[in-house]
């Protein structure tokens, strides 16, 4: 495994880019159905870097109120980190999760943001995903 990827130089983009990392792997793994809970080893294998290079910024992430540390001592998605993790995935997903070609005109709203775009599903759907 390596202990660099593509990440910014400076340490104070590192840990927002670690933060967004890390915190979209979780949500993805919750969402996935691959258990609430990580270590950094199971990041590991995600994110695609050593261990020891996330550890240091899954302390940041408890600190700052992203993760707890569960009685076993592995991390999970606190509440705000959940909704952080959730917004990232979002955001980094957001071209594949719109509406796709012939959904949609050119001119629906669902094509100017995300939140139209989720408005756009619901009302296509029926109103049947909440």
Do not use: N
């Not at 270590?39 to 940041?60: H, N, Q």
């Amino acid at each position: 495994m390596t202990d660099h990827v593509a990440q910014p130089k400076s340490e104070s983009l590192r840990r927002l880019y670690w933060r967004d990392e890390i915190l979209q792997v979780l949500f993805w793994m919750q969402g996935e159905g691959f258990g609430d809970e990580a270590d950094a080893s199971v990041l590991e294998r995600f994110l695609g870097v050593d261990a020891k290079v996330i550890e240091p910024y899954l302390e940041v992430l408890v600190e700052d109120g992203f993760l707890e540390w569960s009685d076993q001592g592995i991390i999970r998605l606190s509440q705000r980190g959940h909704d952080d993790g959730a917004r990232i995935f979002a955001e980094e997903f957001a071209e594949l999760t719109r509406p796709g070609h012939g959904e949609c005109g050119a001119d629906c709203w669902c094509q100017s943001s995300p939140e139209e775009a989720d408005a756009c599903i619901e009302e296509r759907l029926g109103g049947t995903r909440r």
